[in-house]
């Protein structure tokens, strides 16, 4: 099988010639440049130029030598967005800073920094009024220039036979609407001013429409997998409670996903189709019934050492109703930490309970951090060549 077939294959839930692998198919399955230069440094790889798919998180596109050594099955189109667009920096003493499309101000550590971090909100307070909503200087989501050169990129990615996938230009609505407001704003919006918490969200929703219009129409026909996130799971638990997701977010999220699915579906002939893609941190297990009512195709992460995450449950209960993808190994304390023989063990595990019948594709558990050695790396993809074979 080539990439694409393979992946498509265990999207339908048929167990492909071996386990696809995604490195940097989206911003959230990517590397971080420190340890990209240092896995490159330990492959041969000259890994200049660099090219950030994602500034904020420090996280770049790898080079095609990188990604063809490695066998990775997926091609990723990268929108401009405040996360890859307009980085203006300045110099602020003991950080840099700079402010985006949105208003969000961010900073970065001069010492020891690994990412950006956001530290103002442009509708930061306790209350807000609704006219400070609707008067806020929102971004243009439908710029043509935010896609310009994609179709290009994405055939190139076609004629390899790849899988190709397309990010959205922000992130979630629950999440953007946390920047906007500030993160303990929003959530005592949501239960303590729901009217503007409701406006807030169906202007991201809104927002997001915009964006999807203009760009499935120059790339439906081009692309495999359109890509959504949010993130409602914590390490134990869920940040807001199933009511009130079930009151306030899950509607809307329910209008994207099905929006998503009829505009892709229109871009396509009848014998293809297109799929949804959606990122949620965390322990989301309570959620998972409810994504897959809203046509969600793919799950990620798959946060395994999150309470209520673990894979053999979840493909039991769920595998053979929604794909996931990540869920390749403990990516907070073994890939990391531990030694490679430890990384190889913990992969075997996780693809012992994900990979059976397909529906998985494999991943690192969100992107690969500063601090991985590029042994533990390798660890982890020689792990997936050899247990990861139907």
């Not at 290009?152 to 922000?170: D, H, I, P």
């Not at 009512?293 to 929604?322: E, R, T």
């Not at 531990?338 to 059976?356: D, F, I, Q, R, Y």
């Amino acid at each position: 099988m080539n990439s694409r077939e393979r992946i498509l294959a265990t999207l339908e839930h048929r167990e492909p010639d071996r386990v696809p692998f995604d490195l940097a198919g989206m911003h959230c399955t990517s590397i971080h440049i420190k340890a990209y230069r240092a896995l490159c440094a330990y492959l041969g790889v000259n890994p200049e130029p660099i090219h950030f798919l994602d500034v904020i998180q420090q996280v770049v596109v790898p080079k095609q030598e990188l990604l063809e050594k490695l066998h990775v099955d997926t091609r990723g189109l990268y929108p401009l967005c405040s996360h890859n667009w307009k980085i203006e920096v300045t110099d602020a003493g003991d950080y840099y800073e700079h402010t985006d499309e949105w208003g969000f101000t961010h900073h970065f550590p001069k010492e020891n920094g690994f990412w950006w971090c956001q530290t103002r909100s442009p509708l930061n307070g306790m209350c807000i009024e609704t006219e400070a909503i609707t008067n806020h200087r929102w971004p243009h989501a439908c710029l043509p220039e935010r896609i310009k050169g994609l179709r290009t990129l994405a055939r190139r990615y076609q004629t390899e036979g790849k899988v190709v996938m397309l990010k959205s230009f922000c992130a979630g609505l629950f999440e953007m609407c946390q920047r906007i407001r500030g993160m303990e704003n929003f959530l005592c919006d949501l239960m303590m001013d729901r009217d503007n918490a409701a406006l807030l969200l169906d202007k991201i929703l809104e927002l997001k429409k915009q964006f999807w219009i203009m760009a499935l129409e120059d790339l439906g026909d081009v692309v495999d997998i359109v890509v959504e996130v949010d993130d409602y799971g914590t390490q134990e638990s869920q940040l807001i409670s199933h009511g009130i997701f079930g009151a306030l977010i899950a509607p809307r999220l329910y209008d994207l996903i099905r929006f998503l699915k009829t505009t892709l579906a229109q871009k396509k002939t009848p014998t293809e189709k297109g799929y949804v893609f959606f990122h949620s941190c965390g322990n989301i297990r309570p959620f998972l019934p409810d994504f897959i009512a809203m046509g969600m195709d793919i799950i990620n992460p798959v946060h395994i050492n999150a309470s209520g995450m673990n894979p053999y449950q979840l493909k039991a209960d769920f595998g053979h109703q929604i794909t996931f993808w990540g869920g390749s190994v403990d990516a907070q304390k073994i890939l990391p930490y531990g030694s490679p023989t430890m990384v190889k063990e913990n992969v075997k595990h996780n693809l012992t309970a994900l990979m059976p019948g397909g529906g998985y594709v494999f991943a690192s558990i969100h992107n690969i951090q500063a601090d991985v050695p590029p042994s533990n790396i390798m660890a982890m993809w020689e792990a997936l060549q050899e247990y990861g074979r139907y």
